[in-house]
């Protein structure tokens, strides 16, 4: 056995050790409503992280942040943003989550995830430092994601990075990545109802949780358009001597056949194109993008390289986000989960493909509106294959379930069931290699399915 076999059971190893955090009966990293009178105390916010980050020698104080968090497109805008800032000389470190194949996406510096062996290193590195952390405190263990964040963090300032794209996880307030104190750019690129058993049951209580990572004298980019949450973004601004800069008022795009332009007050650019990047809303997402990395750039006292602007957003890809595998046969992977994303790869696929009806593999976790997904999906769907996305770590639908409602909202639509996504995907291609076919219901489930190469697991 050469040494890639034990570097490959290493890794294994690391993983489950990482995810022994998940379920580890440790005090949350996250609470629904900290800013409440039920409030519990502060070691269940972000003490227990910023504790983790002290022992570590606080690699957060050494680094500059865009901070990224929003309902729909914080992953697409993240990446989006990192490419930019990369493609202006800067060495840019992108913090991600959740990760598609590897968690060594969640570490990567110009768009290279680190090592697995390096990953491996890290954690043995840290498990002494958690035994000690663990009996010197009350704290308990670290969850996944302040674990895996912590990591990223040390990872970036090891490696000098200029700057780090930091994509929250769950909400903004509590959510772990709040934990710095300083960004030059936050940005919430909408709100809408998703995740409610945590961050609230409106879209009010949501934006206020998101709004969380204001930072007091900072700057908040936002496409979001409903006006009474912007009200609340306003208000909060004002409260932070913050400055607010809106998609559609401060900053826009015009289209012109298949190039756009970017325009703000202070700057305009002609001619781009997102040749591998489908959908409207990833337009919206670049705009965002442009802007912070343009303000990034001159609060770093750089000049704006328009050409490699161009070249960058021509060329960039999101891995799992309408993601075109293949046109002939078309099949296409998405990892929207919640009925405004879903609504709009919906519509995307309606304007790009107005005369197609999909075969579509389903699968969620719980805690979904269900029927508005299925609802908009059966637009599009000749037939569904319900599964399960494979989430070790979260509650999966029952397709069964998935069956019955389908049957109450599309009854005309075929519908079978598989527990093994794999297999649902085997009986598709034995059954009709040309059929357009869509993936989606969860990233999870995209993950499973997705097909591995080099560009996919480049991280050994």
């Not at 070691?43 to 606080?58: A, I, N």
């Not at 890290?122 to 498990?127: D, S, W």
């Not at 795009?253 to 001619?271: M, P, R, T, V």
């Not at 519908?415 to 009709?432: F, G, H, R, V, Y």
Request: net charge negative; with cysteine; glycine share 6%.
């Amino acid at each position: 056995m050469g040494d890639r076999f034990f570097e490959h059971q290493s890794f294994i190893e690391t993983e489950r050790f990482l995810h022994s955090l998940v379920f580890s009966k440790a005090k949350p990293h996250y609470v629904a409503k900290a800013a409440s009178e039920t409030a519990l105390p502060p070691v269940f916010g972000l003490e227990r992280l910023r504790e983790l980050l002290r022992r570590m020698g606080s690699p957060d104080k050494a680094l500059e942040f865009v901070h990224i968090t929003g309902t729909s497109g914080k992953t697409s805008t993240a990446t989006i943003t990192a490419k930019i800032l990369e493609s202006q000389g800067l060495k840019v470190g992108l913090h991600i989550s959740p990760h598609l194949i590897s968690p060594c996406e969640r570490l990567t510096i110009n768009g290279q995830g680190c090592k697995k062996s390096e990953l491996t290193a890290y954690v043995n590195e840290i498990k002494p430092l958690l035994d000690t952390m663990v009996t010197e405190t009350d704290y308990g263990p670290p969850s996944y994601f302040e674990l895996m964040l912590a990591l990223a963090l040390r990872h970036f300032a090891r490696n000098e990075a200029d700057l780090v794209v930091l994509e929250a996880g769950l909400g903004g307030r509590y959510d772990g990545t709040n934990v710095i104190t300083r960004s030059l750019v936050s940005i919430i690129t909408s709100v809408g109802l998703d995740h409610t058993h945590v961050l609230g049951n409106t879209k009010a209580e949501i934006a206020k949780d998101k709004l969380g990572i204001v930072k007091t004298g900072g700057v908040l980019l936002t496409a979001e358009q409903d006006p009474e949450i912007l009200r609340l973004f306003e208000e909060t601004v004002e409260e932070q001597s913050a400055s607010l800069f809106r998609l559609g008022r401060d900053f826009s795009i015009e289209y012109s056949g298949d190039s756009f332009s970017h325009q703000s007050k202070d700057w305009e650019l002609a001619g781009l194109s997102l040749q591998k990047l489908r959908g409207e809303f990833q337009k919206w997402n670049s705009a965002l993008a442009l802007e912070a990395a343009y303000r990034v750039i001159k609060d770093l006292g750089r000049e704006w390289n328009e050409a490699a602007i161009r070249e960058c957003l021509a060329t960039i890809t999101v891995l799992g986000r309408m993601d075109i595998i293949s046109t002939d046969p078309l099949l296409i992977y998405d990892g929207a989960h919640n009925p405004e994303k879903i609504e709009m790869l919906v519509r995307e696929l309606e304007q790009s493909y107005p005369k197609t009806k999909f075969h579509v593999i389903y699968g969620a976790t719980s805690g979904r509106d269900l029927e508005a997904i299925l609802s908009s999906l059966s637009r599009i769907a000749k037939a569904f294959s319900l599964t399960r996305p494979m989430a070790e770590f979260r509650a999966n639908e029952d397709p069964k379930y998935l069956a019955i409602l389908l049957d109450k909202i599309a009854p005309e639509i075929p519908k079978t069931i598989s527990l093994d996504p794999k297999e649902a995907l085997k009986k598709i291609k034995d059954m009709n290699r040309c059929q357009p076919l869509l993936i989606c219901g969860s990233l999870y489930l995209v993950s499973y399915l997705y097909p591995r190469n080099e560009t996919t697991e480049n991280h050994d």
